[in-house]
Antibody, heavy 118, light 106 residues
Framework: QVQLQESGPGLVKPSQTLSLTCTVSGASISSGAYYWNWIRQPAGKGLEWIGRVYTSGTINYNPSLQSRVTISVDTSKNDFSLKLTSVTAADTAVYYC??????????WGRGTLVTVSS | DIQMTQSPSTLSAFVGDSVTITCRASQSISSWLAWYQQKPGKAPKLLVFRASTLETGVPSRFSASGSGTEFSLTISSLQPDDFATYYCQQYNSYLYTFGQGTKLEI
């Protein structure tokens, strides 16, 4: 079955760039009309949608993060990535990748904790 | 941004009870609403999409309704596995937003 797996450093220093990759297994990232999303959740708090990419190249970002976020897809590696620049402690969270046809996210990765600390 | 407000924030119940969680949107979102269940340390799980359609495999004790700005998720005959945090999510616009969550506890 299709699975998503987040990977990347668990610790990032303040002002540096957070970089995560979501690897898709069990299916081609190019198959189907899916949006590939990033979502985050600070400890004990709710969910915040970061952005999404469509394999056609369409990308949408949360305006609150848009100036710092880049999402990209690599069909040759069957993965998509998140870069968040100039991080602060407020960016400490569990980061999830997720798949959806339009809005509902019917498939999620297990999540990866990223801590911003010196 | 479309703001999503859930109530209550915390809900105490017993096994066998029926409970209802509500979600209100700051503007009309038609039926573009999803519900998720999240357990500690786990990713959210999609329960409902398009306001009232159960995702495949979701038990029939879950039901959902609503349109416009008012939505609800009802769980009848609560089972031990249902104690979790529930989130609503609107997808009327590409800027998805979630409710703050409702923790269902024993």
């Amino acid at each position: 079955q299709v699975q998503l797996q987040e990977s990347g450093p668990g610790l990032v220093k303040p002002s540096q760039t957070l970089s995560l990759t979501c690897t898709v297994s069990g299916a081609s990232i190019s198959s189907g009309a899916y949006y590939w999303n990033w979502i985050r959740q600070p400890a004990g708090k709710g969910l915040e949608w970061i952005g999404r990419v469509y394999t056609s190249g369409t990308i949408n970002y949360n305006p609150s993060l848009q100036s710092r976020v880049t999402i990209s897809v690599d069909t040759s590696k069957n993965d998509f990535s998140l870069k968040l620049t100039s991080v602060t402690a407020a960016d400490t969270a569990v980061y999830y990748c997720g798949r959806g046809l339009s809005g509902p996210l019917e498939l999620w990765g297990r999540g990866t904790l990223v801590t911003v600390s010196s | 941004d479309i703001q999503m407000t859930q109530s209550p924030s915390t809900l105490s119940a017993f096994v066998g009870d029926s409970v209802t969680i509500t979600c209100r949107a700051s503007q009309s979102i038609s039926s573009w609403l999803a519900w998720y269940q999240q357990k500690p340390g786990k990713a959210p799980k999609l329960l409902v999409f398009r306001a009232s359609t159960l995702e495949t495999g979701v038990p029939s004790r879950f039901s959902a309704s609503g349109s416009g700005t008012e939505f609800s998720l009802t769980i009848s005959s609560l089972q031990p596995d249902d104690f979790a945090t529930y989130y609503c999510q609107q997808y009327n616009s590409y800027l998805y937003t979630f409710g703050q969550g409702t923790k269902l506890e024993i």
